[in-house]
């Protein structure tokens, strides 16, 4: 089941607009399931960030986006779906941070994530409070962390809903919206996989700056 996964995201990186017309014309609206399952797992399952640390959440809704503006998928439908997927996720992360958090953080072994993603989480979340909530959608691994962190450190439900709401919509509002708009462009559609790759690394830079601030620390 992973190789199948990671197959599925080295082409999804090459060739992503390929891979998802292929989805849509196989299982046609099932599509929308299998997007929203992607987003749920990634904001919602904890164990995420160590099976699968690099599930393509932000280069997906782009794309899915994208397509949107060629009428492969309807934007009043996938928008609006994967709002609600990504908050969903991040309800039942919540929970699941406030149940069994202490069990899971205090375990000695790296049975369901890596303490390593905790920590960077932690520190993360230390510097920005409870807005980390939401620019955590943004950072890959952390957006799967935080709201367990949330959870299991008994931030307040109100307050961390609130943040989580507000950052679905922007999460997937606006990457998605950039998609849909960029697509009108030729350049961009021709040249989609350099788009994917920025956005891969515009996403990964506040964890690649952490890590290097971090090492720089210890020598």
Wanted: some cysteine; charged content about 20%.
């Amino acid at each position: 089941m992973l190789e199948s996964i990671w197959n599925f995201i080295i082409d999804f990186v090459s060739k992503p607009d390929q891979v998802l017309l292929s989805i849509i014309e196989k299982y046609n609206n099932w599509v929308y399931v299998f997007l929203f399952a992607i987003i749920f797992a990634e904001t919602g399952l904890i164990v995420a960030s160590f099976l699968m640390p690099f599930l393509p959440g932000d280069a997906l809704i782009f794309t899915i986006g994208l397509l949107a503006q060629e009428e492969s998928l309807n934007i009043w439908i996938v928008i609006p779906l994967l709002m609600f997927a990504a908050i969903l996720g991040d309800n039942v992360n919540y929970y699941v941070g406030k149940r069994f958090g202490d069990y899971i953080m205090n375990s000695d072994k790296d049975r369901f994530i890596k303490k390593s993603h905790i920590q960077k989480a932690k520190d993360f979340f230390d510097k920005n409070g409870k807005n980390s909530i939401i620019i955590a959608r943004f950072v890959p691994v952390v957006r799967t962390i935080v709201p367990f962190l949330c959870g299991s450190t008994k931030v307040k439900y109100s307050t961390f809903l609130t943040f989580s709401v507000i950052g679905a919509f922007l999460w997937v509002g606006v990457i998605g919206l950039l998609g849909y708009n960029l697509g009108k462009i030729q350049w961009v559609k021709e040249n989609l996989d350099l788009m994917i790759w920025g956005i891969i690394i515009l996403a990964n830079i506040p964890l690649i700056k952490q890590i290097f601030f971090s090492k720089k620390k210890e020598v």
